[in-house]
């Protein structure tokens, strides 16, 4: 047996390797993807609203709260960077 023989060998694994990722490469997941993007129904936008406007809201009561709670807020937030201006200056 001749030294060169695993060489060869090698060389012959590490080309059959190289051309099966070349040929997974060159066989491409586009067209798939392409294919299934194709195949996907769309929904006219009106039904689509339509459908969405029946999505009941959770935590509705919460939200209120919030929402009011904030804009009773808002006049001490418009506020607040000018009293907090003296502090930022000392450090």
């Known amino acids: 047996m001749e030294p ?3 060489d060869d060998d090698d060389e012959e694994d590490f080309g059959f ?3 099966y990722f070349l040929a997974k490469e060159l066989r491409g997941s586009g067209k798939k993807s392409a294919r299934k993007l194709s195949e996907i129904d769309l ?3 009106q039904e689509l609203r339509a459908a969405a406007s029946n999505i009941p809201t959770k935590h509705e009561k919460e939200i209120m709260t919030l929402l009011t709670s904030y804009k009773s ?3 001490k937030w418009k506020l607040l960077p000018q009293s907090l201006l003296p502090i930022w200056k000392l450090s």
């Open 73 to 75: 807020l808002y006049p």
């Open 43 to 45: 929904i006219d936008q």
């Open 17 to 19: 390797s190289r051309n």
């Open 4 to 6: 060169n023989d695993g």
